[in-house]
């Protein structure tokens, strides 16, 4: 039973994040082809990035409360709906509403996934890992279909067949002999619980979303081919399919905090270096950082209680933050300060983060160790398991 729900949360996790990657790539352009300014096209990004953080927020919430499978499913078909719904953009307006839409859909989906793998006891850092292989495969059936149309095809059939996958996912632990919990805390509770996580997490992604939105630009500025450019990108994706895969049997603080320092490192790199192989370099220590404080910071807060899906959902909101604030911030310091200057910032960001989170983390670790959660003896035999 493990292993099926391990094979189809994966295989769900990767299809997902195929078709969300897919489309990411060509929604700039479209938007520009329909007439939108980069002002416009950055509310684009925001509609899409705020609706996914409220969705997360209240889906996360509510699937502690009436089961996590139900909000994977519905928020499949619904993803379906509105990835066809893209067709339909001929303005930009209703770009920019489609798009909310599709990030609604995928809140709803992503942070009651995340959790119900979890609780079905998958193995976090090889599910983990698929969602960076979709982001190779979304790029992958970009670059190979190239027209809008067949893009926005290919990502509501990939949520189709996600969907129909889900209908084979087992009810999770909530759903087995157990009343779903009715009184769940909330996300506010849950985020005092553990906010020194979710801090340095917005720290570090925020500096990395500014450092996104300009790094094609610096790269072509130190005479890299556009081909070059989208092979950096591919290796950092690579190496976290590769890495992510290896730490779930690691302490989630260790890997955390290193994964934390290290992010300060490849920063100043990027701002630092201007040779080739130097950069590859980088790439590498970039997937292998983002892996380290990806997966630990999910264990971290996925194992602090029993509110799951509200940690999720957190998370999920967290990261979203980052993607709709940090282009705003990148372009406004690289507009002062050059690209140099956005890449200092994200490793002051990181430094902050780091902080900010690693004593707290070590505390809190110590804290469950010594005292446990309500469900610690149940976790801490998952936790050999996996």
Same mark, same amino acid.
């Given at each position: 039973m493990q292993k099926k729900i391990l094979f189809l949360t994966s295989i769900l996790n990767f299809l997902l994040n195929t078709a969300i990657q897919g489309s990411v790539?060509?929604?700039?352009?479209?938007?520009?082809k329909l007439g939108a300014t980069d002002f416009q096209v950055g509310l684009i990004g925001a509609a899409y990035g705020g609706a996914y953080l409220v969705a997360s927020l209240a889906s996360g919430q509510q699937?502690?409360?009436?089961?996590?499978?139900?909000? *994977?499913?519905?928020?499949? $078909?619904?993803?379906? @709906?509105?990835?066809? #719904?893209?067709?339909?953009?001929?303005h930009y307006l209703v770009l920019l509403l489609v798009r909310a839409g599709v990030g609604l859909a995928l809140g709803v989906t992503t942070a009651a996934l995340v959790a119900y793998a979890f609780e079905a006891g998958a193995d976090m850092g090889k599910f983990s890992s698929y969602g960076s292989l979709g982001w190779i495969g979304g790029a992958a059936t970009a670059a190979v279909l190239k027209r809008f149309e067949l893009i926005f095809l290919s990502g509501a059939f990939f949520?189709?067949?996600?969907?129909l996958l889900s209908l084979y996912l087992p009810p999770g632990e909530q759903q087995i002999g157990k009343k779903v919990e009715k009184d769940?805390?909330?996300?506010?509770?849950?985020?005092?619980?553990?906010?020194? *996580?979710?801090?340095?997490? $917005?720290?570090?992604? @925020?500096?990395?979303? #500014?450092?996104w939105i300009i790094l094609p630009l610096y790269f072509n500025s130190l005479g890299l081919s556009p081909t070059w450019t989208g092979i950096l990108w591919g290796i950092n994706f690579t190496v976290q399919f590769l890495v992510?895969?290896?730490?779930?049997?690691?302490?989630?603080?260790?890997?955390?905090?290193?994964?934390?320092?290290?992010?300060?490192f490849v920063f100043l790199t990027y701002g630092l270096v201007t040779r080739l192989e130097l950069l590859?370099?980088?790439?590498?220590?970039?997937?292998?950082?983002?892996?380290?404080?990806?997966?630990?910071?999910?264990?971290?807060?996925?194992?602090?209680?029993?509110?799951?899906?509200?940690?999720s959902g957190l998370f999920t909101a967290t990261l979203n933050l980052c993607g709709t604030l940090g282009p705003f911030l990148g372009g406004l310091v690289a507009q002062f300060w050059g690209y140099r200057g956005v890449m200092f910032l994200a490793a002051t960001l990181s430094a902050a983060g780091m902080l900010v989170a690693v004593p707290q983390a070590v505390k809190g670790e110590k804290e469950r160790e010594r005292v446990g959660d309500r469900n610690e003896g149940k976790l801490t035999d998952l936790a050999r398991r996996l």
């Open positions: 790539i060509f929604i700039p352009l479209l938007g520009q699937s502690d409360r009436r089961g996590k499978l139900i909000f *994977v499913r519905w928020g499949l $078909f619904f993803s379906t @709906l509105m990835f066809l #719904a893209q067709l339909l953009a001929q949520c189709a067949l996600s969907w769940s805390s909330g996300w506010l509770k849950v985020l005092r619980r553990e906010y020194k *996580v979710y801090l340095a997490i $917005f720290l570090r992604q @925020l500096g990395a979303a #500014a450092v992510m895969r290896h730490l779930n049997h690691y302490d989630p603080v260790k890997i955390f905090a290193f994964g934390q320092i290290l992010s300060i590859i370099l980088a790439q590498i220590l970039l997937g292998i950082a983002w892996s380290g404080l990806y997966v630990g910071a999910l264990l971290l807060v996925l194992s602090s209680g029993q509110e799951r899906g509200t940690a």
